[in-house]
């Protein structure tokens, strides 16, 4: 009897992949961390090989989401070494976002990068990287006023930035 691997299309896995990362984030929501990390690298494994086999902005995207979400998980537990993983996961968001708004930032993009940058600087506890992400969604909310999104975006992102200078002069 003969066993092959099934030769799935791009498409299949990232279906695949897609599950895995709402699986993730379900499990971040529910504060099953763990659970939430194995998820979010089996949707790593996945996307990380299809993007080095074709360029796409909407792989790219999830890609960025995925290692964001990673990074949220990093920080959610009072762990050091999860923090600094949690640091390199930021970081690898925001070279893909910033690339993203380079090659045609939509509002989306803009977005997105903004969040990384939120990310990294609550994993590195850097006023400025957060400030960047405020501005950022002060420019959308602008832009896009009936959006409530990026108000309630500016208004956690000034509640955030208010927590980390507590931190930073206690």
């Not at 690898?92 to 940058?117: F, M, N, P, R």
Request: proline share 2%; with cysteine.
């Amino acid at each position: 009897m003969f066993f092959w691997k099934r030769n799935e299309s791009p498409e299949a896995k990232l279906k695949k992949a897609d599950e895995h990362y709402k699986g993730g984030v379900a499990f971040l929501q529910t504060g099953q961390f763990e659970k939430a990390e194995k998820e979010l690298r089996n949707c790593l494994s996945i996307l990380e090989p299809l993007t080095q086999q074709q360029e796409s902005r909407t792989l790219q995207r999830k890609l960025s989401q995925t290692y964001s979400m990673l990074c949220v998980r990093g920080l959610a537990v009072a762990d050091e070494m999860k923090r600094s993983e949690a640091v390199e996961w930021a970081k690898k968001a925001v070279a893909i976002d910033e690339k993203l708004v380079e090659q045609g930032g939509t509002a989306d993009a803009y977005d997105a990068l903004a969040t990384s940058y939120s990310n990294l600087g609550a994993a590195t506890m850097n006023i400025e990287l957060c400030d960047k992400a405020l501005q950022i969604w002060m420019k959308l909310k602008e832009q896009y006023p009936n959006n409530p999104l990026y108000a309630k975006r500016v208004e956690d992102q000034q509640y955030n930035n208010r927590q980390l200078l507590l931190k930073l002069f206690n």
